[in-house]
């Protein structure tokens, strides 16, 4: 039943080396190629989650609430997120008295640093036959998980670093919620990976290809979301906890503690903050797609265009818990982490490995 | 290729935009020193005590609890990556794949629900609104 492992595709950086050094790669000319398509990767990243992502959320959530938001800069308001960036940027940057020093000014660039480098290994598809992955680990999927969290630490860090009594409850919220629903994620993965028989992400896209069943003509994917649809939905609640996403949004709760670990962030550090989190439901959604939903297969158009779509389709759920589910309290917060999500994930695991061994 | 090298290379972009962006705004932006502005912000009053105050003891209980489980998120995930290969091999088998790991999930989950009756996961109510619900009765 073991697919062999394909012949390594090309990656991005080897694409870009072979083109600017030709067929001999020395270990400079790795990095040199590497920056570069870090450098493309990251820019495509923040224009899909640092300007488009905020917009559609601003038009979402006006569009629940009978609005019509932005329209006035650029087409449809699209440009209102630039203009607003350089707006905070040219803002003055106030530090609250008292503030710990290296730790308040850390903690932005850390938690954007932590959800860019998630897309490293990320299976983005090919374009103009160029596949956009740029590195391609057999640690791949424990590797997405572990920077992902680090996220976490940066929240904490601002929290407690900013001496406001807002910002801590906002920085504790966040650990407890990202703890509690950490676990869930991570075995929940894990019973895919008992299908997979590895972590690296290109083999974990690749076995979704294979057809499942043929209804009237048509061939579904063993995706793992119709393999094991109980494991997807356990994912997608515990990760909009992890991106703290209504119900899970009471790190940063606004009408309860104003802004959260945010309160005392202001001019680019606010952006840093804001611009990190969008990332991070961003990088959520690749992980959802590349476990879940198969990756960047799709026909006809290019394997980026349908990565794309299913990360968008990702974040317009995410929008839409946002404007229609109301927000869980601490206490309800807890029990459904420890006493639901975590009981819930290991009967999945356990299950799993009982049916997948049972039927081989 | 060293794909490490290519992660180092995205981890080195991931600093530099948002070091860049500083730089940016630092040349961009005005510094008006006055003396209010740099308090803390407490809803507009004058902020009262410090911030380096006694929190909750529960925080603490659910931290503790994550670690016993992320250190076991560690453990599983390699049997999940051989379990399939393990069930198929001769003289492993079903039972000799499967028997260990939930023995090893068991006795997690006993330690839960331990963790479950002496009160870990369950949030601790405010003192005076329990009175309250007590003075009701």
Redesign the interface.
Known sequence: ??VPLQSDPV????TI?RVLFGGE?A?WQ??VA??I???V??NVM?ANAGVAGPWAKRKITAAFTDRIAVDRVGPAGLLIIPAAAVQL??????????ADRPAYDIA??LL??SA??G???IPMGSIFGINLQ????ETGL??VFAVASIATLALTMGGYA???????MGG?RA??QN??Y??PL??TA??V???T???QTSEIVAQQAEPLVTIAGITIPSWFAFVNPFAFVLFMVANLAEVGRNPFDIPEAPTEI?AGYM??YS??YF??FYMGEFIHIFLGGAIVTTVFLGGPAGPILPGFVWFLVKIWAVFLFTQWARSAVPRVR??QL??IG??GM??LS?AN??LT??I???M? | ???????????????L???G??A??SL?????PEKG???????GEIPTG??R?R??I??YM??L??LV??IE?VL??PW??????A??MEGVG?TG??LP??VF?GI??VG?AWA?RQGA???V?NPTESQRSVDRQ
């Open positions: 039943m073991f990656l991005l950086p080897e080396g790669i270990i790795e990095a590497g920056f398509a870090a450098f990767i990251a923040l940027m040219a803002k003055e940057l106030i530090i609250p008295d008292g932005p660039i954007a640093l860019l480098i897309f490293a290994v740029m590195a391609d680990p424990a590797y900013s001496n406001n009594k807002y910002s801590l504790l650990i407890a703890i509690a950490e676990i991570i075995v894990a019973s990976v008992i299908f028989g590895t972590l104003v309160t005392e001019s680019i952006v840093l601490i206490d807890i029990e420890w006493k975590l009981v290991f695991l356990v490995a009982v997948v061994g049972v081989l | 290729m060293n794909p490490w090298i290519a992660i180092g290379a995205l981890a080195l972009v991931g600093l935009i948002p070091l962006m500083m940016v705004s961009l932006r005005p510094t008006v502005k740099t308090a803390t912000y407490e809803s410090g911030t105050i929190f909750n529960q925080y659910v931290a609890l994550f489980f992320d998120t599983i995930f999940t990556v051989i379990y399939r290969r069930v198929s079903l794949a499967l790991m939930l999930v997690l989950v839960l479950w996961v369950q949030w109510r």
